[in-house]
């Protein structure tokens, strides 16, 4: 390997109460966590920093501590990088609604709920905190089914 070669990114996975959750590492960073399936085209094995945060994970859903710390590198626009540095600052057990967190952020729920479905590193960046005015709000892009029931578990988990 040249110094211009970088390793294949790391991923660890576990079977968890919402299903099989993979947390992708690269270069000294969490880039991605999968949940439901393992990611596609690492190609890389575990390290130790995939496999903390997966442990990490894997502990909170059990009912450990919320597993923060973890240097995170998400892929996105301005916008949605600001959008998720907001949800860093949700502590677990609290939530906000969409509209809440536009008029902080000083833009639209609509935006907001966009940047939450483009967040590549669930759980970690806690998306599933931010709910409609009316009740939990879709998850992962979807509004019903699996995903949100997912939403409601980890909600209630917290």
């Not at 969490?30 to 393992?38: E, H, P, Y």
């Not at 998720?84 to 609604?97: D, F, V």
Request: positive net charge; glycine residues 14%; charged residues 20%.
């Amino acid at each position: 390997m040249t110094d211009r070669e970088s390793p294949p990114p790391s991923q660890s996975s576990r079977e968890t109460a919402i299903g099989r959750v993979t947390v992708v590492a690269e270069g000294g960073w969490i880039r991605r966590v999968v949940i439901g399936a393992a990611a596609p085209g690492t190609g890389g094995g575990e390290d130790s920093l995939s496999r903390a945060a997966a442990d990490a994970i894997e502990a909170w859903l059990r009912g450990g501590p919320w597993p923060c710390g973890f240097p995170l590198r998400a892929e996105g626009t301005a916008f949605q990088r600001r959008v998720w540095a907001a949800l860093l600052e949700i502590p677990p057990g609290s939530r906000l609604t969409y509209g809440a967190l536009a008029d902080r952020l000083g833009t639209s729920p609509r935006a907001v709920g966009g940047a939450c479905r483009a967040n590549p590193i669930p759980l970690l960046i806690p998306c599933h905190r931010v709910v409609a005015a009316g009740g939990a709000g879709g998850f992962a892009g979807h509004r019903e089914g699996r995903w949100v029931e997912i939403k409601r578990w980890l909600l209630a988990h917290e």
